[in-house]
């Protein structure tokens, strides 16, 4: 099955939000950025949480054929790097996402609104 950026940036928010992410933003990055088309920002309130938010994640693209080309910081879980190719998700605990603050270095990206 072939899912599209779009498609595929709405699975991860999906299944972050399945997991009860904090604050899940998706930024377009298509007009600004070489590095992906989303990027796909949330949190959790602790380790196990941030881990099982990546794993929904991760399975979530698997069922759907998409490969994981990366995945970073998982066992410390304070900043997992998920990098599924035109998307590219961050999922941080709650004290690193507030202190890295990256939706601020991308702030040209507009923010997607979901229906």
């Not at 949190?43 to 994640?57: F, K, P, R, Y």
């Not at 997992?80 to 601020?104: A, C, K, P, T």
Request: charged content about 30%.
């Amino acid at each position: 099955m072939t899912v599209n950026p779009e498609q595929l940036m709405n699975l991860v928010v999906d299944a972050a939000e399945d997991k009860k992410a904090i604050n899940v933003v998706a930024l377009d990055l298509q007009e600004i950025s070489l590095v992906a088309d989303y990027f796909v920002i949330c949190n959790g309130n602790s380790e196990t949480q941030v881990q099982a938010i990546a794993t929904e994640i991760r399975k979530k693209a698997d069922e759907h054929g998409v490969t994981v080309r990366g995945l970073e910081g998982f066992d410390t879980a304070r900043w997992v790097l998920v990098d599924l190719g035109d998307v590219v998700v961050h999922v941080f605990h709650r004290d690193d996402r507030e202190y890295y603050n990256i939706e601020r270095l991308w702030s040209d990206a507009r923010v997607v609104e979901r229906v």
